[in-house]
């Protein structure tokens, strides 16, 4: 959940080296950050409370610096619990992501023993046990049993002054080592190193790696070295930047056409064998978080509707307690993102051992989730920035729709219906309709709660619409089957409550329509979304009829409701709301 970037390299490029590098995560975290570089056999620091955002750093040149964006779990968000730390001789600083369980009884002996701490953060203790275990000890054994000796899920990067060194360990948290030449990194991804290099090596959970005069990859807890698997990253610089865009969501969101044809055209052998596994196994099931998990719900109702074919869905964080009858004949989907979420990444490990097939479909090429699946499809959505996910959904849901129709023998009806999404996409970004999107804004930006309902595949568009209101608007916004609604949601409706009604030309139209009636008759302030017009609505956005494929100008529609909603209750900032990280990888 917290942003790392570590950097050994040239003369006097490190602090400005790390600022760059933390910027491009900051929307991994974002409460408080820190640098530190190498000064003479010393390191100094600045921590600062809140946003990077333009903010530049008056630390010495250097040639070796690490840097932090917090999201705080262990203590309060202040300077003094914002990372690096340091231990007792300030030769030695420490950027941490994760969790140290154990770190109560470790600062406990390490107080015994006459170290002095200074935050309330369950981080400090490693700085402290690497200066502890130096004493009898060089660099890098020394930072591998203060590794082999922490509990949890963790991520670490420890600079050394004197040996001018980094060593970054890992178990549970994502770390990639960029290789540029003389110049050496490490992050907590890809996206802050594509500028100075595309060579990189995924770090494997119970690996370590040094960086001094080149780069030596080590496997944990014993420390042999091995070789190690470089990758060539095939993401451009130029996505970390908003170019023309106020903010990366508006970028994102428009970037969705494109998104969508490439998976139309590009994806036939990915998605035949992905096919061919559903056909195989005994029982698939899906799982993500969040907006993945919407997608997943959506892929059911796909499956069904246009395969005829029964695919599971569960919430990542609840596979485990579904994992009983799991076999090896089994398919596990995870679909995510980042291919880092911890509660994915967690029941796929169980699900592998227990012999299950895991094709993954993910966004990040060499992510945890990459490397754990047997079959990967990638999605080809390029980098995500903003916090709330957009493109990657769409991209998620143009794959479940591709496969859908791969497995009922109709590719190319889904390829065209894909093609026909885009181009309905195009129009919605269109002036006059986004300025229909804006009027909506206006109308809406004082309510306290907005309810959004759907049936059939629009029930997952109403909890993914529901969710990009929440989060980027921070509006209360509740999203539920249409059906539910007279089983007691519809006791909240009073007079001008705001409820949008997903209502496409399928089978649940005149359903749809009855409930958006029930609601009305209670005072209810009815938007609808769809191909036609109905009496029943207060207000009306048009939609194209895409077939199976409507979901996506309904979600596109709701991302940039949401994105509008956001600017009008004045929030400044869409692309990192409030309390959220993009990857979570922190139970
Ligand atoms: C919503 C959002 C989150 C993520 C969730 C899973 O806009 O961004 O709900 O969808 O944290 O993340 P990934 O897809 O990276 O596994």
């Not at 849901?397 to 859908?404: C, G, H, K, N, Q």
């Not at 199976?548 to 949401?562: M, R, Y």
Request: glycine share 8%; with cysteine; aromatic share 8%.
């Amino acid at each position: 959940m917290c942003g790392i970037f570590g950097y050994v390299g040239k003369e006097n490029g490190a602090a400005e080296t790390v600022l760059e590098g933390l910027k491009l995560l900051e929307y991994r975290g974002y409460d408080s950050w820190g640098i530190a570089v190498k000064q003479g056999k010393k390191l100094v620091y600045e921590k600062h409370v809140g946003k990077i955002g333009d903010a530049k750093v008056h630390l010495p040149k250097s040639i070796l610096g690490i840097g932090h964006t917090r999201w705080a779990t262990h203590g309060g968000v202040t300077e003094k619990n914002a990372h690096p730390h340091l231990d007792c001789t300030k030769t030695i600083a420490v950027v941490h992501n994760g969790i140290v369980e154990n770190f109560q009884e470790l600062k406990a002996e390490l107080i015994e023993k006459g170290h002095k701490f200074i935050s309330e953060t369950d981080t400090e203790v490693i700085p402290h046990l690497v200066e502890e275990n130096l004493k009898r000890e060089g660099f890098s054994s020394s930072v591998r049993d203060a590794f082999n000796s922490l509990k949890g899920l963790n991520a670490v990067v420890v600079a050394n002054a004197v040996s001018k060194e980094i060593v970054a360990a890992k178990t549970g948290s994502p770390l990639i080592a960029g290789i540029g030449g003389k110049e050496l990194f490490v992050a907590s991804d890809a996206s802050a190193i594509v500028k100075h290099t595309n060579k990189v090596v995924f770090l494997e959970d119970n690996q370590m790696v040094i960086l001094g005069e080149k780069l030596k990859l080590i496997s944990l807890p014993k420390g042999q070295e091995i070789k190690p698997n470089i990758y060539a990253l095939d993401w451009k610089f130029e996505d970390t930047k908003k170019g023309k865009y106020k903010h990366f969501l508006l970028k994102e969101i428009q970037e969705e056409p494109r998104v969508i044809e490439n998976i139309a055209l590009n994806y036939t052998v990915e998605i035949n064998q992905l096919v061919k596994l559903i056909d195989q196994a005994f029982g698939t099931f899906m799982l993500g978080c969040g907006t993945a998990s919407y997608a997943a719900i959506a892929g059911t109702y796909l499956f069904s509707r246009i395969a005829k074919k029964h695919v599971n869905f569960s919430i990542g964080s609840e596979f485990d307690y579904l994992e009983d009858y799991l076999t090896d004949k089994s398919l596990v989907i995870p679909i995510s993102q980042s291919g880092e979420t911890i509660d994915v990444v967690d029941p796929v490990a169980k699900a592998k051992k227990k012999g299950c097939k895991i094709a993954a479909i993910v966004n990040v090429l060499g992510s945890t989730l990459y490397r754990q699946a047997d079959y990967k499809i990638l999605l080809g959505a390029g980098q995500e920035k903003a916090v709330v996910s957009t493109k990657a959904f769409i991209a998620m849901i143009s794959v479940l729709i591709l496969a859908a129709y791969s497995l009922a023998r109709k590719q190319t009806q889904g390829k065209n219906l894909l093609m026909k999404a885009a181009k309905n996409v195009r129009e919605i970004f269109k002036d006059e309709f986004n300025k229909t999107l804006q009027k909506m804004a206006d109308e809406l930006k004082h309510k306290e709660h907005i309810y959004i309902i759907g049936r059939g595949l629009s029930y997952a568009t109403a909890l993914e619409a529901t969710l990009k209101l929440k989060e980027t608007a921070c509006i209360h916004a509740e999203g539920f089957a249409g059906g539910e609604l007279k089983h007691g949601v519809i006791a909240l409706i009073e007079k001008g409550a705001p409820c949008i009604v997903f209502a496409p030309n399928d089978e649940t139209y005149n359903d749809i329509i009855s409930n958006a009636q029930e609601i009305k008759a209670r005072g209810g302030f009815i938007i609808g979304v769809g191909p036609k017009n109905n009496t029943v609505f207060d207000r009306f956005l048009e939609t194209a009829d895409v077939g199976d494929a409507t979901i996506i100008p309904q979600v596109v529609i709701s991302q940039l409701l949401a994105y509008y909603l956001a600017l009008k209750r004045g929030i400044k900032d869409p692309d990192k709301p409030r309390n959220l990280a993009k990857s979570v990888t922190v139970k």
